[in-house]
């Protein structure tokens, strides 16, 4: 059997600066450690470029089972010798900032200063107290040992032999040297290379990108032609994209579409608090239900919300759906939800931005949900009322999919890939008129019914699960055909 290589290079610089998950980051995991657990860790391994070194390396895959999740502790320590500061010594209301040692140690004075103002309101909105601050600082929380792993570590070159498969799933663009080695292994190991594709935005819609961010995507699809054997599209369009896109320069590859998954799952964390004791009931398990999230994403859920989850950043259409909620909740009779929006901030929203700022969230219309964590994103998934995506283009769609493995519809656009998620299980918009997002979010809106009518299509749904996914990938790299499965 071939050894299959499967490129982290992309989470080992995402986990070096970052301690949550990003959506190409939580498809090349799941994938990984779904391959793990079929094929063992004989014949698979983990692969990165080491930028110190500028060599690419192999270690082995075992640490892998031992992750129910993305998690950046054990991630941290396997590629740097040393994990983020752990949740054990990360004070309370600093989960976020517990791999920015800058903006940890300015939030730790911050929180100190209104420890000994007194000031409980100040840990209450983050979930915790000032009882809970001192204990930390008294050191009252255990403080277990942390693991330490010492992979070896492997030149790929030495390693591969000719057949064998490199298998990149993430993103690897602008990285120095690393087109080049990817070259070295085609040319000289006789490595077959595949590179999955999870959109072609920067050059689609390049009016949305930042920096020279276009024309740097340009030049390494046009690279990466020079040593892939063959390429994943992350949905039919991205597929037909690709495909135009080798056309226009003369290539042909072949490409195989391995759609992504409708699904969300909550896995609860090593550390998360433990359920209260007591029988069970409704009460309990509503106090259950929100152990381990902030106030301030709990509080959220005090009136009904329509969610928006992402990057906040101008191809996502904020403003347009913004001032379609700013005629909503200017209607006479009409029950409006507030809109959340679930993300981190973006770029080119200075419209958006004034907006906001202008109006004071719409009067109260608009709220935020700062960077929540999967288990706070679960909670708001299952709270909201539906979802919006009216994105002016998507290689797929996450959150449309996520949204619906909680049973939710969404005002969704008609364009690109966003489709072949939703189905025809949500209401669909033009993204480039305010008229018809309007109209989509009053319809779900104005008439439960038919909202219900959606949500019972989903709830007779098989949705494409992560396992799918993998199968799919299994199929493609054991060279076996790929079977049609129900979507």
């Given at each position: 059997?071939?050894?299959?290589?499967?490129?982290?290079?992309?989470?080992?610089?995402?986990?070096?600066?970052?301690?949550?998950?990003s959506?190409?980051?939580?498809?090349?995991?799941?994938?990984?450690?779904?391959?793990?657990?079929?094929?063992?860790?004989?014949?698979?391994?983990?692969?990165?470029?080491?930028?110190?070194?500028?060599?690419?390396?192999?270690?082995?895959s075992?640490?892998?089972?031992?992750m129910?999740?993305?998690?950046?502790?054990?991630l941290?320590?396997?590629?740097?010798?040393?994990?983020?500061?752990?949740?054990?010594?990360?004070?309370?209301?600093?989960?976020?900032?517990?791999?920015?040692?800058?903006?940890?140690?300015?939030?730790?004075?911050?929180?100190?200063?209104?420890?000994?103002?007194?000031?409980?309101a100040?840990?209450?909105?983050?979930?915790?107290?000032?009882?809970?601050?001192?204990?930390?600082?008294?050191?009252?929380?255990?403080?277990?040992?942390?693991?330490?792993?010492?992979?070896?570590?492997?030149?790929?070159?030495k390693?591969?032999?000719?057949?064998d498969?490199?298998?990149?799933?993430?993103?690897?663009?602008?990285?120095?040297?690393?087109?080049?080695?990817?070259?070295?292994?085609?040319?000289?190991?006789?490595?077959?290379?595949?590179?999955?594709?999870?959109?072609?935005?920067?050059?689609?819609?390049?009016?949305?990108?930042?920096?020279?961010?276009?024309?740097?995507?340009y030049?390494?699809?046009?690279?990466?032609?020079?040593?892939?054997?063959?390429?994943?599209?992350?949905?039919?369009?991205?597929?037909?994209?690709?495909?135009?896109?080798?056309?226009?320069?003369?290539?042909?590859?072949?490409i195989?579409t391995?759609?992504?998954?409708?699904?969300?799952?909550?896995?609860?964390?090593?550390?998360?608090?433990?359920?209260?004791?007591?029988?069970?009931?409704?009460?309990?398990?509503?106090?259950?239900?929100?152990?381990?999230?902030?106030?301030?994403i709990?509080?959220?859920?005090?009136?009904?919300?329509?969610?928006?989850?992402?990057?906040?950043?101008?191809r996502?259409?904020?403003?347009?759906l913004?001032?379609?909620?700013?005629?909503?909740?200017?209607?006479?009779?009409?029950?409006v939800?507030?809109?959340?929006?679930?993300?981190?901030?973006?770029?080119?929203?200075?419209?958006?931005?004034?907006?906001?700022?202008?109006?004071?969230?719409?009067?109260?219309?608009?709220?935020?949900?700062?960077?929540?964590?999967?288990?706070?994103?679960?909670?708001?998934?299952?709270?909201?009322?539906?979802?919006?995506?009216?994105?002016?283009?998507?290689?797929w769609?996450?959150?449309?999919?996520?949204g619906?493995?909680?049973?939710?519809?969404?005002?969704?656009?008609?364009?690109s890939?966003?489709?072949?998620?939703?189905?025809?299980?949500v209401?669909?918009?033009?993204?480039?008129?305010?008229?018809?997002?309007?109209?989509?979010?009053r319809?779900?809106?104005?008439?439960?019914?038919?909202?219900?009518a959606l949500?019972?299509?989903?709830?007779a749904?098989?949705?494409?699960?992560?396992?799918?996914?993998?199968?799919?990938?299994?199929?493609?790299?054991?060279?076996?055909?790929l079977?049609?499965?129900?979507?």
């Amino acid at each position: 059997m071939k050894t299959h290589f499967f490129d982290v290079t992309d989470i080992v610089l995402y986990v070096e600066k970052e301690t949550s998950v990003s959506g190409i980051q939580r498809v090349s995991f799941e994938v990984i450690k779904r391959m793990v657990d079929r094929h063992g860790t004989q014949f698979v391994h983990l692969s990165y470029w080491d930028r110190a070194r500028r060599e690419y390396v192999a270690i082995p895959s075992d640490f892998i089972a031992e992750m129910d999740e993305f998690d950046p502790d054990i991630l941290s320590a396997v590629f740097f010798g040393k994990g983020a500061r752990s949740r054990q010594e990360t004070a309370p209301t600093l989960e976020r900032y517990r791999n920015r040692p800058m903006k940890y140690w300015f939030h730790y004075l911050r929180s100190s200063f209104h420890a000994m103002r007194g000031n409980e309101a100040h840990f209450n909105k983050h979930n915790s107290s000032i009882l809970e601050w001192r204990n930390f600082k008294a050191g009252v929380l255990p403080e277990p040992e942390p693991k330490t792993y010492d992979l070896e570590r492997t030149l790929v070159s030495k390693m591969a032999q000719k057949g064998d498969r490199l298998v990149v799933l993430g993103a690897t663009w602008a990285i120095d040297g690393l087109d080049a080695c990817f070259q070295g292994l085609a040319d000289n190991q006789g490595v077959e290379i595949s590179q999955l594709i999870h959109d072609l935005i920067p050059i689609i819609t390049p009016e949305h990108i930042a920096g020279d961010f276009s024309q740097e995507f340009y030049r390494w699809l046009k690279t990466s032609m020079g040593y892939c054997t063959s390429y994943f599209g992350n949905s039919k369009n991205t597929s037909k994209d690709l495909k135009a896109f080798m056309e226009e320069i003369g290539v042909e590859r072949p490409i195989q579409t391995v759609p992504l998954a409708q699904k969300f799952t909550v896995v609860e964390s090593k550390t998360a608090p433990k359920p209260m004791k007591g029988p069970a009931g409704p009460y309990k398990t509503r106090v259950d239900r929100t152990l381990g999230l902030r106030r301030e994403i709990l509080n959220l859920s005090k009136v009904p919300f329509v969610l928006v989850v992402g990057t906040m950043e101008s191809r996502k259409n904020i403003w347009r759906l913004a001032q379609a909620w700013q005629r909503l909740s200017r209607e006479e009779g009409l029950n409006v939800p507030k809109l959340v929006f679930a993300g981190k901030p973006g770029w080119y929203n200075d419209d958006f931005n004034q907006l906001m700022r202008g109006t004071d969230n719409l009067g109260g219309w608009v709220q935020f949900a700062d960077r929540p964590t999967d288990t706070e994103l679960g909670y708001l998934y299952e709270t909201c009322v539906f979802t919006a995506m009216v994105s002016f283009y998507e290689g797929w769609g996450l959150p449309i999919g996520e949204g619906l493995s909680f049973g939710k519809t969404g005002v969704v656009a008609d364009n690109s890939s966003m489709p072949e998620v939703g189905g025809d299980m949500v209401e669909y918009c033009d993204a480039h008129s305010l008229d018809s997002i309007h109209a989509a979010c009053r319809k779900l809106i104005a008439d439960p019914a038919h909202r219900e009518a959606l949500e019972a299509k989903i709830a007779a749904t098989k949705l494409r699960t992560w396992d799918d996914v993998t199968n799919d990938f299994v199929d493609l790299l054991s060279d076996a055909p790929l079977l049609e499965r129900e979507k």
